[in-house]
C-alpha cells in the first residue's frame, strides 16, 4: 500500500521511518498486494462496496498517537478522555450509573474536543508527505460514531481509521454492565445502531474508513480480552453495522 507519491521502498529509503520514532510517534505499517502470490494460486479479490481497496504495490502508512502522548501537546488542547471514564467505572455499580456520571462531568465519551487538523498540519510538515491513514484517539461505543473528528481527517484526503471502544484504553477493568455478554443479548443495541447509523451517513458523504472494535482478543490487558462472550458480541456487532449500512463503508480489522 502506497502513501500519496510515495512507494514503501522509498518511504523507508527516505528515513521517514527513523524520523517518526524520532519524533516520539506511532507508525501503523503492513504491506498487502493484489498480485498473485508466486508460491500460491490464492488470489485476493476487489473488495466490495467503498471499502478501503489495497493498491498493487507498496503500503498503506499511518499514524496514531496514545492518550499519553496527546496530553503532552501543550497546544492542541486536549484532556485524557479516560481519566474521567476510569473515575466513573470505580464509582458506579451499573452501566446507567456510569453514563449519569459522565454526563454529571460534562465528558460523554471525550467527543468533540479534540482537532485532528493541528495533529495532522504537524505530521506533514515533520515527515514532508500526509499519512495516508490517521487513527482516530479511542472514540467509545456509547458515544457515538466520531463525526466531527472522522470529517476534519476525510477532508484532507486521509482516511480515518475508527475505534469502537468498549471501554478505557488504559484500564482492563471492564466499564459495569457494557461488555462482550451484554452486547452479545443485545441489551445494548441502540448505542450500537447509532454508531452504526452515523458511521453509515458519514460514509455516504466522505466514502470508506477502516474500524475495529474490542482489538487485541487474545490477551487480557483489555477488559474485554480473552472473553467467552468475544465471538458472539462481535458477530452481534457487524450484523448491526450490516443493517444499517455501515458495512458498505466500513472495513473491518483486527
Known amino acids: 500500500m502506497t502513501t500519496e507519491g510515495m512507494n514503501r521502498r522509498e518511504f523507508l529509503k527516505a528515513g521517514v521511518g527513523l524520523a517518526a520514532v524520532a519524533s516520539g510517534l506511532e507508525v ?9 502470490p508466486k508460491a500460491t494460486t ?3 479479490p476487489p473488495l466490495p462496496y467503498n471499502k478501503i481497496q489495497p493498491p498493487r504495490e507498496g503500503c498503506l502508512v499511518g499514524f496514531f498517537k496514545e492518550p ?12 485524557p478522555q479516560n481519566l474521567p ?21 460534562k465528558d460523554f465519551g471525550g467527543r468533540g474536543r479534540y482537532q485532528i487538523g493541528n495533529e495532522i498540519t504537524y505530521l506533514e510538515k515533520a515527515l514532508g508527505t500526509k499519512p495516508f ?27 480515518p481509521y ?25 441489551q445494548h443495541d441502540g448505542f450500537i445502531k447509532k454508531f452504526a447509523a452515523e458511521a453509515s451517513d458519514f460514509g455516504k458523504e466522505y466514502g470508506g474508513f477502516f474500524i475495529t472494535t474490542m482489538e487485541e482478543m487474545n490477551g487480557n490487558w483489555f477488559s474485554w480480552g480473552m472473553n467467552a462472550n468475544f465471538i458472539a458480541a462481535w ?10 449500512g455501515a458495512n458498505h463503508y466500513a472495513t473491518w480489522v483486527w
Open 42 to 44: 490464492l488470489v485476493y
Open 85 to 105: 471514564e476510569i473515575e466513573a467505572s470505580k464509582k458506579t455499580e451499573n452501566f446507567q450509573g456510569f453514563l449519569e456520571t459522565l454526563k454529571k462531568e
Open 162 to 186: 475508527v475505534y469502537a471502544a468498549l471501554g478505557s484504553f488504559d484500564s482492563p477493568t471492564e466499564i459495569p454492565g457494557f461488555g462482550p455478554k451484554e452486547i452479545a443479548r443485545g
Open 133 to 159: 491513514i490517521f487513527s482516530l484517539p479511542w472514540p467509545k461505543l456509547y458515544s457515538g460514531f466520531p463525526v466531527p473528528q472522522a470529517t476534519q481527517v476525510a477532508k484532507r484526503g486521509i482516511v
Open 235 to 244: 458477530r452481534h456487532m457487524w450484523q448491526i453495522f450490516e443493517d444499517q
Open 28 to 36: 501503523i505499517a503492513g504491506c498487502v498486494t493484489t498480485e498473485t
Open 68 to 79: 499519553e502522548t496527546y496530553a503532552r501537546l501543550k497546544d492542541s488542547g486536549f484532556i
